[in-house]
């Protein structure tokens, strides 16, 4: 199961659905279906809801409902039940099939403006795929997950620089280049697709290109 057809806005780096009302359909077609405990599902509820939350009547009402939907899928992949738990959580008590849905939550928390609780479940993501890149035989997923998670958390720290007074976002700003360029070595380095490549790529220039204008 996948998301619609979308592309990434260069400015903002959130996703933009190609047909809305058809995104709108795909999301009620999903939220009749009678299990609510399919990862498929969820894995793609969690990311329509937020990004059909600016389209809606009431947006934090999709975000809530997409985060209670995140930290049920979280839970159902073996992760911290709740922000308490992460908040104490080792990266080796992390399955890795948890790394993805943490970072789905992430970008939630992310668009909800609470970066704090969204920074320490990147941090979160990031721990576990090196933990099990080193200490499992699930590499070469590790380090897929690994660049997943660097891109995403960039673009967190992305969002942040946007959030803030010019004089404060430069050192946002070069976080996330940093994160954008780590993430776009790794990306090469396995053989990405290129469309993956391609999209660290823009992530990374629109960062330059803000610190370009605040003169940095």
Known sequence: MELPAHYVDPVSLHEVFDDVPAARAYLDELAGRPSGDDPDVLAVQVPLLRVLA?????????????????????????????????????????????????????????????????????????????????????????????????????????????????????PYLGEALALFERALELRVEVGAVPHEVEAVRRAAQAARDRLAELGA
């Open 54 to 170: 600016p389209e809606a009547d009431e947006p934090e009402e999709h975000l809530a409902e997409a985060e209670r939907l995140g930290w049920h899928a979280v839970n159902l992949a073996g992760g911290p039940a709740d922000d308490t738990a992460a908040a104490h959580a080792n990266a080796d008590e992390v399955p890795l099939g948890a790394v993805a849905p943490l970072l789905r939550l992430a970008h939630v928390l992310q668009w909800r403006h609470r970066f704090a609780e969204a920074d320490l479940l990147f941090g979160l993501a990031l721990e576990a795929t090196r933990y099990h890149g080193e200490h499992t035989a699930s590499v070469e997923r590790a380090r897929r997950l690994e660049y997943r998670t660097l891109h995403d958390w960039g673009r967190c720290r992305y969002e942040q620089a946007l959030e803030v007074h010019a004089d404060q976002a430069r």
